[in-house]
């Protein structure tokens, strides 16, 4: 049965969803509930089979939590009894109500299809194990791993140019010299896109696991599309670093993966201009526990509801320059600026006093 085989798998010491696939997509082929249907998207895709069934087994069964001792993350099914009073928990039959309907969704992937050309893509440069175009509509609070809450999203505009700026960067006639650096800050980005932060106080504790498996109301929660979407706008802005050579964008705009912008990239705290020579000597020389370069929230990330200009957002996300990012400390971008307006100002008008008032030289 594979509601055993699944069990089974995530019961191992060292879990392999390709071991699992390989038991499981026989099973669920002879399924007397889905198994004609499942058929039917398999010889639908062809060569995109393999990949987007198996990562829409992923994405409906399983869940990577963490540990309980949140220092690290393990495969376990959805009806763990760890998730018995949590939203993100369902039945085997919950999650197969799931996967049906995104199978039955699936059969719009005909070849030559818009669909099929961004599962394609995914298949081809994908930058998660499993990864599948898959989300959920909304952030529930209560019941969020349902079927009338998941769906494809093949068809957001954005998602597309996202995993198409993917394939584009890893095209050697676009990027030739700058593939190593690129690539590599690709890696970095992809944990502070798509894995949530070390969170171990407060009720949802959370250690580098995906932000859409994340407790709905952690802060550290996000949507699928809107990581996808954060990942877009850090490889953007890289683009247009000062130095970022121009016949490398020039062609990232002929192929619409990104947008024109009409300045270079700044520390949005500090306004310095970001140097591409700087970031591409840094990300291929790290040295642990220094960035001159790093990923940071405008605003702190809130709870559900915060809205517009918060939570892990594109509209919330920048690279910040080291200094900007001990000056922000937990501010808001509203208290920062308000705080370097308020010492700006105490400098033009204390001059000289203000610099002997800072020693103690200045007399009551």
């Not at 696991?209 to 890289?238: G, M, T």
Request: hydrophobic share 40%; charged share 25%.
């Amino acid at each position: 049965m594979p509601q055993q085989a699944l069990e089974r798998a995530v019961a191992e010491q060292r879990f392999s969803g390709r071991r699992l696939f390989e038991v499981l997509h026989l099973l669920l082929r002879d399924d007397a509930r889905i198994g004609g249907l499942y058929r039917e998207v398999e010889q639908l895709l062809g060569a995109q089979a393999s990949h987007a069934l198996m990562g829409l087994v992923r994405a409906t069964f399983l869940i990577e939590l963490v540990n309980e001792a949140v220092t690290s993350t393990k495969f376990e099914v959805r009806w763990t009894p760890r998730l018995a009073n949590d939203p993100r928990g369902a039945s085997y039959t919950e999650c197969e109500d799931a996967l049906a309907r995104l199978l039955e969704e699936g059969r719009a992937a005909t070849d030559g299809s818009d669909e099929r050309r961004v599962l394609t893509a995914f298949a081809e440069v994908p930058i998660l194990p499993y990864e599948v175009p898959v989300d959920y509509n909304e952030r529930k609070l209560d019941r969020i791993h349902v079927a009338d809450n998941v769906q494809w999203i093949w068809r957001d505009p954005e998602v597309e140019q996202t995993v198409l700026l993917r394939r584009a960067l890893r095209d050697r006639q676009i990027i030739d010299a700058e593939t190593a650096n690129v690539l590599t800050a690709i890696v970095k980005i992809r944990v502070k896109t798509y894995l949530t932060d070390r969170a171990q106080t407060g009720t949802t504790q959370t250690n580098r696991e995906k932000r859409w498996e994340a407790h709905p109301a952690s802060v550290q929660f996000s949507l699928r599309r809107d990581c996808i979407k954060v990942e877009h706008e850090l490889i953007e802005q890289i683009a247009y670093f000062d130095g970022f050579p121009g016949h490398v964008r020039e062609a990232l705009l002929a192929r619409d993966v990104i947008q024109a912008r009409g300045d270079v990239s700044r520390c949005p705290i500090t306004l310095d201009v970001h140097s591409y020579a700087a970031f591409a000597h840094e990300v291929l020389n790290p040295q642990h526990g220094r960035a001159a370069f790093q990923v940071g929230h405008l605003n702190p990330l809130k709870g559900p509801g915060a809205g517009v200009g918060y939570g892990h957002t594109k509209k919330n996300i920048a690279w910040i320059s080291a200094d900007g990012n001990r000056i922000q400390g937990h501010l808001s971008m509203e208290e920062t600026r308000e705080l370097l307006r308020r010492i700006a100002t105490n400098y033009e008008e204390l001059g000289e006093v203000g610099d002997q008032a800072a020693h103690g030289r200045l007399s009551h």
